[in-house]
């Protein structure tokens, strides 16, 4: 057969294509059966990194993660559970040896040893660490240290223990369901361990429950030490990615137990609309349906009679819609598609009433998505809200870890892949359990009470689930009728969380409306006065121009694990301050994604009209937002700023050198602008001397279908740096997706002086007092320059040049000051004691609070004056307080927040 060159030329190719079919072997090993989950994972794990020593299995899934199995008859359990999808991973390097009795497992970080045969226990198996923290564990172990996870929600909850242990002594329950306790994957002793031995087993392409882990003892052991990001990371490589949210998620929505109808609907929306509040989501609460049972699947056609043009309406705003459903009552003979829903079931419709819930019947399951609720999506709903606090047993569940609350939550995350739908799939609902960060967003429940002690202890459990790679907590984001600040700062807090959504469970309405005056609570800003209701929607504004930045946050989510919102100690696991966050809210500080730590203020301020805040300062350089002021955390991490903010403020501190992507909001644009592609995208760069450069990527996709996948998105980075005097800043984009092909960019250079010149593209452009395209602007009151390009092609690479006099930023703090004299001043203009309102003498605080609008106009048309008033400021402000200070016809109260607002801006300087 070989015989001939074309017989030879043949079977060169042969072996050429099977060699290149093996090598390509071990990808595809890697990839599971179909599955409707995000990927198609493989629960098998490569023989390679399996180790089994009698009727114990070991598995090296990373250097620093080992599953540990054992099994009286060696039957191990190979199929997916609930909590881990892949176990098909790239082998790491690691070495066993068997002397005697005794098998020893090591790899780069630790050291496993067995001395089988027999169940593991504290006498036969032990890991430790090969590096610090050390560690010798064994089975039994206190793992006192564990950093936590979190539980099912915070229904009838108040400032609730995250300890599973202290829950479980309680037997703690709470709509006759477990709180789904689940540890941290992280711990300060180094080691954490998940134990998968009690859940359920799952079928081919994790589809459906199959039966619980044949395993006696299945426990997955985490050795990460301190490397707190790695650990997370590892377990999304076995328990699966998180899947992006759509973009729209990531803005602002609204929802409410009250009896809306189309009209009223129409009416929030214009609410919004008028008086630049931003929306993206817009959920109906269960009054949307029929009113024939607690659940229902209808609409309740009173309320909505044409329900698909009510959805066009809302989606032609650019709105996205969700609805609240509770599934345990089952499909009643009064809902629109029961007769389609009998006939899936081979039910005759005229001999029953109700389809039974059920949650082990993959008929009814998929018949009540397809047709029932399918009947739904089709007049708009793009998902649903799960209000499931039925039970932990209902529909046939064993309870555990095998409930009816994380298996509606897969369903109703993977129904648009197993439906062919190009749209992805997100829920609201509440935690069910390991694995549930697949099932992204996390509803807490009805809040207990609007309390402050409630409201301080919401960031803590946020911060906290991240340690379980649950990162989107949404909670009730509203404010008690009487109390105005806390509403203000429960919606600043909420504007700063995984998911900003207000809702009032039923405390708007009702018999708190015959109370003289009204007791009821709050879910419309616009009902505050004018001060609260300044401060909330500059909150929610901010909200929506961090888009760029949280979707960033969220693809981060997707790739890696690590939740949005994230403890300070997984930047600085070494030091002690950085664990100071509490429950009652001390030190209730964060990470929001990787440049800003955010302290919202979850305390009422005192008689001064200001609350005093304790935040640490971690090491490294750190610019205030609302104030400029440049903080400087020691190495040792023993810097804590105490420092006294007012109602509008909210403290957010910025790594220096950072570039923070955000979309400023144009007027009439505030509705649905979270799911725009960027048509004008800033980039704020935050300067302090001895910055020479930096950067930012920006994630780009279309923001709502799964082609991000299959490489249908696009990065824009901007890179800077600084010589000479010069700023220079290139923006470029690799990628393409289904978007605009032009956009407007603005760089905004905080506590910048003046430039000399600007050069976009290599051409001057010229100042603008009023900003604008191809032109450079001067904020004052902000300390910021702003550059604005012409529209530009985001295909071509962008760049531009400034030039300055000297340092390319100025007085750090220096608009902290000018803002809190501005309000000082507001404060003594309300009584008309503003020293020198009435006479030509004095006038300190009115001169300094005009020093913004001076500096404005000094920077394009006097630069040396300019740098004058900026040199300048310090002896000016100190005049003001004196002058404040020693006024003595004055309202005590009304002096001291004067005062204390003034003192306020000079406490980081």
Same mark, same amino acid.
Not at 45 to 63: E, H, I, M, S, W
Not at 608 to 630: C, D, F, K, R, Y
Not at 670 to 680: D, E, F, V
Not at 809 to 827: D, E, F, S, T, Y
């Given at each position: 057969?070989?015989?001939?060159?074309?017989?030879?030329?043949?079977?060169?190719?042969?072996?050429?294509?099977?060699?290149?079919?093996?090598?390509?072997?071990?990808?595809?090993?890697?990839?599971?059966?179909?599955?409707?989950?995000?990927?198609?994972?493989?629960?098998?794990?490569?023989?390679?990194?399996?180790?089994?020593?009698?009727?114990?299995?070991?598995?090296?899934?990373?250097?620093? &993660?080992?599953?540990?199995?054992?099994?009286?008859?060696?039957?191990?359990?190979?199929?997916?559970?609930?909590?881990?999808?892949?176990?098909?991973?790239?082998?790491?390097?690691?070495?066993?040896?068997?002397?005697?009795?005794?098998?020893?497992?090591?790899?780069?970080?630790?050291?496993?040893?067995?001395?089988?045969?027999?169940?593991?226990?504290?006498?036969?198996?032990?890991?430790?660490?090969?590096?610090?923290?050390?560690?010798?564990?064994?089975?039994?172990?206190?793992?006192?240290?564990?950093?936590?996870?979190?539980?099912?929600?915070?229904?009838? &909850?108040? %400032?609730?223990?995250?300890?599973?242990?202290?829950?479980?002594?309680?037997?703690?329950?709470?709509?006759?369901?477990?709180?789904?306790?689940?540890?941290?994957?992280?711990?300060?002793?180094?080691?954490?361990?998940?134990?998968?031995?009690?859940?359920?087993?799952?079928?081919?392409?994790?589809?459906?429950?199959?039966?619980?882990?044949?395993? @006696?003892?299945?426990?997955?052991?985490?050795?990460?030490?301190?490397?707190? +990001?790695?650990?997370?990371?590892?377990?999304?490589?076995?328990?699966?990615?998180?899947?992006?949210?759509?973009?729209?998620?990531?803005?602002?929505?609204?929802?409410?137990?009250?009896?809306?109808?189309?009209?009223?609907?129409?009416?929030?929306?214009?609410?919004?609309?008028?008086?630049?509040?931003?929306? *993206?989501?817009?959920?109906?609460?269960?009054?949307?349906?029929?009113?024939?049972?607690?659940?229902?699947?209808?609409?309740?056609?009173?309320?909505?009679?044409?329900?698909?043009?009510?959805?066009?309406? !809302?989606?032609?705003?650019?709105?996205?819609?969700?609805?609240?459903?509770?599934?345990?009552?089952?499909?009643?003979?009064?809902?629109?598609?029961?007769?389609?829903?009998?006939?899936?079931?081979?039910? *005759?419709?005229?001999?029953?009433?109700?389809?039974?819930?059920?949650?082990?019947?993959?008929?009814?399951?998929?018949? !009540?998505?397809?047709?029932?609720?399918?009947?739904?999506?089709?007049? $708009?709903?793009?998902?649903?809200?799960?209000?499931?606090?039925?039970?932990?047993?209902?529909?046939?569940?064993?309870?555990?870890?095998?409930?009816?609350?994380?298996?509606?939550?897969?369903?109703?995350?993977?129904?648009?892949?197993?439906?062919?739908?190009?749209?992805?799939?997100?829920? &609201?609902?509440?935690?069910?359990?390991?694995?549930?960060?697949?099932?992204?967003?996390?509803?807490?429940?009805?809040?207990?009470?609007?309390?402050?002690?409630?409201?301080?202890?919401?960031?803590?459990?946020?911060?906290?689930?991240?340690?379980?790679?649950?990162?989107?907590?949404?909670?009730?984001?509203?404010?008690?009728?009487?109390?105005?600040?806390?509403? %203000?700062?429960?919606?600043?807090?909420?504007? &700063?969380?995984?998911?900003?959504?207000?809702?009032?469970?039923?405390?708007?309405?009702?018999?708190?409306?015959?109370?003289?005056?009204?007791?009821?609570?709050?879910?419309?800003?616009?009902?505050?006065? @004018?001060?609260?209701?300044?401060?909330?929607?500059?909150?929610?504004?901010?909200?929506?121009?961090?888009?760029?930045?949280?979707?960033?946050?969220?693809?981060?989510?997707?790739?890696?694990?690590?939740?949005?919102?994230?403890?300070?100690?997984?930047?600085?696991?070494?030091?002690?301050?950085?664990?100071?966050?509490?429950?009652? $809210?001390?030190?209730?500080?964060?990470?929001?994604?990787?440049?800003?730590?955010?302290?919202?203020?979850?305390?009422?301020?005192?008689?001064?009209?200001?609350?005093?805040?304790?935040?640490?300062?971690?090491?490294?350089?750190?610019?205030?937002?609302?104030?400029?002021?440049? !903080?400087?955390?020691?190495? *040792?991490?023993?810097? #804590?700023?105490? +420092?006294?903010?007012?109602?509008?403020?909210?403290?957010?501190?910025?790594?220096?050198?950072?570039?923070?992507?955000?979309?400023?909001?144009?007027?009439?644009?505030?509705?649905?602008?979270?799911?725009?592609?960027?048509?004008?995208?800033?980039?704020?760069?935050?300067?302090?001397?001895?910055?020479?450069?930096?950067?930012?990527?920006?994630?780009?996709?279309?923001?709502?279908?799964?082609?991000?996948?299959?490489?249908?998105?696009?990065?824009?980075?901007?890179?800077?740096?600084?010589?000479?005097?010069?700023?220079?800043?290139?923006?470029?984009?690799?990628?393409?997706?289904?978007?605009?092909?032009?956009?407007?960019?603005?760089?905004?250079?905080?506590?910048?002086?003046?430039?000399?010149?600007?050069?976009?593209?290599?051409?001057?452009?010229?100042?603008?007092?009023?900003?604008?395209?191809?032109?450079?602007?001067?904020?004052?009151?902000?300390?910021?320059?702003?550059?604005?390009?012409?529209?530009?092609?985001?295909?071509?690479?962008?760049?531009?040049?400034?030039?300055?006099?000297?340092?390319?930023? #100025?007085?750090?703090?220096?608009?902290?000051?000018?803002?809190?004299?501005?309000?000082?001043?507001?404060?003594?203009?309300?009584?008309?004691?503003?020293?020198?309102?009435?006479?030509?003498?004095?006038?300190?605080?009115?001169?300094?609070?005009?020093?913004?609008?001076?500096?404005?106009?000094?920077?394009?048309?006097?630069?040396?004056?300019?740098?004058?008033?900026?040199?300048?400021?310090?002896?000016?402000?100190?005049?003001?307080?004196?002058?404040?200070?020693?006024?003595?016809?004055?309202?005590?109260?009304?002096?001291?927040?004067?005062?204390?607002?003034?003192?306020?801006?000079?406490?980081?300087?």
């Amino acid at each position: 057969f070989l015989g001939t060159p074309v017989h030879k030329k043949i079977f060169r190719c042969a072996m050429l294509l099977l060699t290149l079919l093996a090598l390509a072997l071990p990808c595809v090993l890697c990839q599971g059966p179909p599955s409707w989950e995000l990927h198609n994972y493989q629960p098998l794990a490569n023989p390679k990194a399996v180790v089994t020593y009698g009727n114990a299995r070991f598995t090296v899934l990373t250097p620093q &993660l080992i599953r540990m199995e054992y099994h009286d008859g060696a039957m191990f359990e190979d199929r997916a559970t609930v909590a881990v999808l892949q176990r098909n991973l790239s082998v790491p390097a690691f070495t066993n040896t068997t002397s005697g009795n005794t098998l020893t497992i090591k790899t780069d970080a630790l050291t496993l040893t067995y001395q089988g045969p027999g169940p593991f226990s504290s006498s036969n198996l032990a890991v430790s660490a090969s590096a610090a923290p050390a560690f010798h564990w064994v089975p039994g172990t206190s793992n006192s240290a564990n950093l936590l996870g979190t539980i099912k929600s915070l229904d009838e &909850l108040g %400032v609730q223990t995250l300890n599973c242990t202290e829950i479980a002594l309680k037997n703690q329950t709470v709509h006759d369901e477990s709180l789904h306790c689940a540890w941290g994957l992280i711990s300060r002793d180094g080691w954490s361990v998940l134990d998968d031995s009690t859940n359920w087993a799952l079928t081919a392409g994790a589809e459906w429950w199959d039966s619980p882990n044949r395993d @006696s003892m299945d426990w997955y052991f985490f050795g990460h030490g301190h490397n707190y +990001k790695q650990a997370v990371k590892d377990y999304i490589q076995i328990g699966g990615n998180v899947p992006l949210v759509p973009r729209y998620a990531l803005g602002v929505w609204w929802t409410r137990w009250y009896d809306l109808s189309s009209t009223d609907v129409k009416k929030i929306v214009s609410d919004y609309e008028s008086r630049q509040i931003p929306l *993206d989501v817009f959920v109906l609460d269960m009054d949307w349906h029929k009113k024939n049972n607690w659940g229902g699947f209808s609409w309740d056609t009173r309320l909505f009679p044409y329900p698909f043009d009510t959805m066009s309406w !809302l989606q032609n705003k650019g709105l996205h819609m969700a609805a609240n459903i509770h599934d345990a009552n089952g499909v009643g003979n009064y809902e629109d598609m029961f007769p389609e829903m009998c006939h899936a079931m081979g039910l *005759d419709p005229t001999k029953v009433t109700v389809v039974p819930f059920s949650m082990v019947n993959k008929t009814y399951v998929y018949a !009540l998505e397809d047709i029932v609720l399918g009947d739904v999506q089709k007049s $708009g709903m793009d998902f649903w809200w799960t209000d499931w606090q039925q039970g932990g047993k209902m529909g046939g569940c064993a309870g555990g870890q095998q409930n009816p609350t994380i298996w509606t939550n897969k369903i109703r995350v993977t129904d648009p892949k197993r439906q062919g739908r190009n749209e992805r799939g997100v829920v &609201l609902a509440r935690w069910g359990g390991m694995g549930n960060h697949r099932y992204q967003v996390g509803f807490s429940g009805d809040v207990a009470g609007l309390t402050w002690q409630n409201l301080a202890y919401q960031p803590y459990f946020s911060m906290t689930s991240a340690n379980v790679a649950y990162g989107l907590w949404s909670h009730d984001i509203e404010g008690p009728g009487d109390d105005h600040e806390m509403y %203000v700062r429960w919606v600043q807090w909420g504007s &700063l969380s995984g998911i900003m959504r207000s809702h009032d469970r039923g405390m708007s309405a009702g018999g708190c409306f015959n109370n003289h005056p009204p007791t009821c609570s709050n879910v419309r800003i616009w009902e505050l006065p @004018s001060r609260y209701f300044e401060a909330a929607r500059d909150a929610l504004q901010l909200r929506e121009n961090l888009v760029p930045y949280l979707y960033n946050a969220a693809y981060e989510y997707y790739q890696t694990g690590l939740a949005p919102l994230r403890p300070m100690y997984y930047e600085f696991p070494e030091l002690d301050m950085a664990y100071a966050a509490a429950p009652n $809210g001390s030190f209730g500080q964060y990470f929001l994604g990787n440049d800003i730590f955010c302290s919202p203020i979850t305390a009422p301020a005192a008689a001064n009209n200001m609350t005093q805040q304790s935040i640490w300062v971690p090491p490294g350089q750190w610019i205030e937002l609302g104030t400029g002021a440049l !903080l400087t955390g020691k190495p *040792d991490g023993s810097s #804590v700023l105490v +420092k006294n903010y007012t109602l509008n403020q909210i403290p957010m501190f910025v790594r220096a050198g950072a570039v923070i992507p955000r979309t400023p909001t144009a007027r009439g644009s505030t509705i649905g602008q979270a799911m725009q592609s960027y048509p004008l995208l800033q980039f704020d760069i935050f300067l302090t001397d001895g910055i020479t450069s930096g950067s930012v990527q920006v994630y780009e996709d279309d923001g709502h279908t799964y082609d991000y996948l299959k490489g249908g998105s696009a990065t824009t980075t901007l890179q800077y740096t600084i010589s000479n005097n010069q700023l220079d800043v290139g923006v470029s984009t690799l990628g393409a997706y289904a978007s605009g092909t032009s956009r407007l960019y603005t760089v905004r250079v905080i506590n910048s002086p003046p430039p000399l010149d600007v050069y976009v593209a290599g051409q001057p452009i010229f100042p603008n007092p009023m900003g604008g395209i191809n032109s450079w602007s001067y904020d004052g009151t902000e300390m910021a320059l702003t550059v604005q390009s012409v529209t530009e092609s985001i295909g071509q690479p962008f760049n531009m040049s400034i030039l300055y006099a000297s340092s390319a930023a #100025v007085m750090p703090g220096l608009k902290g000051m000018v803002q809190n004299a501005i309000l000082a001043k507001r404060n003594l203009d309300q009584t008309r004691d503003t020293p020198g309102c009435h006479t030509p003498d004095n006038g300190e605080l009115m001169r300094f609070a005009s020093t913004g609008d001076a500096l404005s106009y000094l920077a394009i048309s006097n630069k040396s004056q300019f740098s004058t008033v900026v040199s300048n400021a310090t002896t000016a402000f100190k005049a003001a307080v004196a002058e404040i200070s020693a006024l003595d016809k004055v309202d005590p109260y009304r002096k001291a927040f004067s005062v204390d607002l003034l003192q306020a801006a000079m406490a980081a300087l």
